[in-house]
């Protein structure tokens, strides 16, 4: 989403604590993975965006657009590596890739 440079990103820690930085908002989650099997247990979206985003980034759309993004991340169900990204499977599959930064 234009404009600003925030993408979603999901960091998932060993013990299965994780982070979920969306256009507007990080919430925090819990992720149980196994061999194909993922599910992904999202704690409930703040009411404010961070403090440090810039006038204007958290749009209705980008709002909006977080509300989504949870709520596919809930429906997850499996994954599975292919090439250099991870697929998560469920009602709406995602793509993510390795930060490269």
Do not use: H, Y
Not at 6 to 11: D, K, S, V
Not at 83 to 97: C, D, I, K, Q, Y
């Amino acid at each position: 989403m234009r404009p600003g440079k925030r993408m979603p990103i999901l960091t998932i820690e060993s013990n299965g604590d994780a982070k979920i930085d969306l256009w507007c908002r990080t919430v925090p989650a819990r992720v149980e993975l196994s061999e194909s099997a993922i599910r992904i247990e999202p704690g409930p979206l703040p009411q404010e965006p961070p403090e440090m985003q810039s006038a204007g980034q958290c749009t209705p759309e980008r709002i909006n657009a977080d509300e989504q993004m949870l709520a596919a991340l809930a429906g997850v169900t499996s994954w599975r590596w292919e090439e250099s990204a991870v697929l998560l499977l469920g009602p709406t599959n995602m793509t993510f890739r390795a930060a490269t930064n």
